[in-house]
Nanobody
């Protein structure tokens, strides 16, 4: 059974940092695109960052220069380093992985596997 388990969320003051980690189990995602999405209350789920099998990166404009996505194929993990956090970054953050395809994709519908989510709250 494939599982994506996120960790690292929490409460932080504006300007602070958090590092989210996602550990995949049940299959190897080395050849597949992976991503982080987020969903704030009353809003649609949106892409935060994505990484292809080959290392191509995609970032939402709102997080460029502040967030960094990375992956460790040997550990089957993908991380999201978040710096200079802002109150508008408050959301549930989800790890996602594609069943097929190596590319980094913006659309959430292209990701077949999802974690349960981890809450990130940034206070002003």
């Amino acid at each position: 059974q494939v599982q994506l388990a996120e960790s690292g969320g929490g409460l932080v003051q504006a300007g602070g940092s958090l590092r989210l980690s996602c550990a995949a189990s049940g299959r190897d995602f080395s050849d597949n695109g992976m991503a982080w999405f987020r969903q704030a209350p009353g809003k649609e789920r949106e892409l935060v960052a994505a990484i292809s099998s080959g290392g191509t990166l995609i970032y939402a404009d709102a997080v460029k220069g502040r967030f960094t996505i990375s992956r460790d194929k040997s550990k089957n993990t993908v991380d999201l380093q978040m710096n200079n956090l802002k109150p508008e970054d408050t959301a549930v953050y989800y790890c996602a992985a594609r069943q097929f395809g190596a590319a980094a994709i913006e659309k959430s519908t292209r990701y077949e596997y999802w974690g349960q989510g981890t809450q990130v709250t940034v206070s002003a």
